[in-house]
């Protein structure tokens, strides 16, 4: 199902079966995704957040809502039906744009689609909806074809580009190793972030060429 998905978005879902484990809820809901794409931090999504005044904690306060029992995080965590609606339209997005794969911004698409569901209120509040994103989502895929229009050119002189994805991979494994050192080291939790880590470390190392 979820064979299209960029690294991004496949960490956006580990995460959101971590909210729903923390914050508390039997199904994985458009909220949880919410906090999992605030959790992965991808730039230019980060900063349209943080323009818009959105944060992980706003985000936290208004899934309150969703807490019923907190189950031991070693449990499977299923999605909603709201949820599965979400990657249905997360997909239909990128199908439209033509996209093989299904990002951070699709899932942000189909979480603005799913419009009853709490996630998508607070975000049309701060003025973030369907057209800003798509407006954005568009932008950024003329960009990564110019800059790599510019790759090439620079590798054809001779110059190796250096590689803007590594710090990337750099800030997420601190955001990481700082989770587990707050983490209550509670045995399946902190396997999932060490194994997330070290994928970290080896998205890092390709990067790095």
Same mark, same amino acid.
């Not at 199904?27 to 005044?53: D, K």
């Not at 944060?55 to 309150?64: H, L, Q």
């Not at 070693?74 to 990657?87: G, L």
């Given at each position: 199902?979820?064979?299209?998905?960029?690294?991004?978005?496949?960490?956006?879902?580990?995460? &959101?079966?971590? @909210? *729903?484990?923390?914050?508390?809820?039997?199904? +994985?809901?458009?909220? !949880? #995704? %919410? $906090? /999992?794409?605030? =959790?992965?931090?991808?730039?230019?999504?980060?900063?349209?957040?943080?323009?818009?005044?959105?944060?992980?904690?706003?985000?936290?306060?208004?899934?309150?809502?969703?807490?019923?029992?907190?189950?031991?995080?070693?449990?499977?965590?299923?999605?909603?039906?709201?949820?599965?609606?979400?990657?249905?339209? &997360?997909?239909? @997005? *990128?199908?439209?744009?033509?996209?093989?794969? +299904?990002?951070?911004? !699709? #899932? %942000? $698409? /189909?979480?603005? =689609?799913?419009?009853?569901?709490?996630?998508?209120?607070?975000?049309?509040?701060?003025?973030?909806?369907?057209?800003?994103?798509?407006?954005?989502?568009?932008?950024?895929?003329?960009?990564?074809?110019?800059?790599?229009?510019?790759?090439?050119?620079?590798?054809?002189?001779?110059?190796?580009?250096?590689?803007?994805?590594?710090? *990337?991979?750099?800030?997420?494994?601190?955001?990481?190793?700082?989770?587990?050192?707050?983490?209550?080291?509670?045995?399946?939790?902190?396997?999932?972030?060490?194994?997330?880590?070290?994928?970290?470390?080896?998205?890092?190392?390709?990067?790095?060429?």
């Amino acid at each position: 199902m979820f064979e299209r998905y960029t690294e991004a978005a496949r960490r956006t879902l580990f995460f &959101a079966r971590y @909210e *729903a484990s923390v914050v508390g809820g039997d199904t +994985i809901e458009a909220e !949880h #995704l %919410l $906090l /999992g794409l605030f =959790r992965v931090g991808e730039a230019p999504l980060s900063e349209m957040f943080a323009a818009a005044g959105l944060s992980y904690g706003a985000v936290c306060a208004n899934a309150r809502h969703l807490v019923r029992q907190r189950l031991p995080t070693s449990v499977e965590i299923p999605f909603s039906v709201s949820t599965k609606r979400i990657f249905r339209y &997360a997909m239909e @997005e *990128a199908d439209g744009l033509k996209q093989i794969e +299904i990002g951070v911004w !699709h #899932l %942000l $698409l /189909g979480i603005l =689609r799913e419009s009853a569901s709490t996630a998508a209120k607070l975000l049309n509040a701060h003025g973030v909806t369907a057209e800003t994103a798509r407006e954005r989502l568009a932008a950024q895929s003329d960009g990564i074809t110019a800059a790599g229009a510019r790759c090439s050119v620079a590798q054809g002189n001779g110059v190796r580009a250096e590689s803007s994805t590594a710090r *990337a991979s750099l800030d997420r494994i601190h955001k990481l190793v700082d989770w587990l050192a707050e983490s209550r080291f509670d045995g399946h939790t902190t396997r999932m972030l060490v194994d997330e880590i070290h994928f970290g470390l080896d998205m890092l190392k390709r990067d790095l060429g």
